[in-house]
T-cell receptor, first 111, second 110 residues
């Protein structure tokens, strides 16, 4: 099966940097992705890592270590609008290509 | 450019009633998914499809059925609704590592 673990809540101040970690277990692995969801809205895609290393997209970066079954999302120059839930998701399951999500991390950005 | 469209957006059902949720995507994606989201539980995969005419069970498939007769559409059916199926349902389609979500269906079963 597949499972993912991430912290339930993180608090940070405006302008700071925050890192949200994700560890996963899966039989077969294609990649790790990150999504943002504001309260009452739909998840939106942020980043995807299929290979080890760092992917940078503006203020957001994502890292993957396949040997450690670990990844993280790094948010820089935090803004109030970054307050949301963040989900890691793993694409795996052999040939089935399931997309399984973690339970999410609620990020609260304080002034 | 609609992306992923879900209908309906809201619905109230009585226990035992049936309904079908429709998901349509215009991006020609092979993979489509149905999730349910409950408070504090994240997104749980109900069923998914890797192409037209194929479906497979996810993490929580009991009480639901799906069909993918056309590549662009993925239907989720509840044959006999139960209060435990009160949730927000999201459909998604994906290409490689990026999934696109519909706006969700808020379903209440009373």
């Amino acid at each position: 099966g597949q499972s993912l673990e991430q912290p339930s809540e993180v608090t940070a101040v405006e302008g700071a940097i925050v890192q949200i970690n994700c560890t996963y277990q899966t039989s077969g692995f294609y990649g790790l992705s990150w999504y943002q969801q504001h309260d009452g809205g739909a998840p939106t895609f942020l980043s995807y890592n299929a290979l080890d290393g760092l992917e940078e997209t503006g203020r957001f970066s994502s890292f993957l270590s396949r040997s450690d079954s670990y990844g993280y999302l790094l948010l820089q120059e935090l803004q109030m609008k970054d307050s949301a839930s963040y989900f890691c998701a793993v694409r795996g399951g052999g040939a089935t290509n399931k997309l399984i999500f973690g339970t999410g991390t609620l990020l609260a950005v304080q002034p | 450019n609609a992306g992923v469209t879900q209908t309906p957006k809201f619905r109230v059902l009585k226990t035992g009633q049936s309904m079908t949720l429709l998901c349509a995507q215009d991006m020609n994606h092979e993979y489509m998914y149905w999730y349910r989201q409950d408070p504090g539980m994240g997104l749980r995969l109900i069923h998914y499809s890797v192409g037209e005419g194929t479906t497979a069970k996810g993490e929580v498939p009991d009480g639901y059925n799906v069909s993918r007769l056309k590549k662009q559409n993925f239907l989720l059916g509840l044959e006999s609704a139960a209060p435990s199926q009160t949730s927000v349902y999201f459909c998604a389609s994906s290409y490689m590592g990026e999934a696109f979500f519909g706006q969700g269906t808020r379903l209440t079963v009373v």
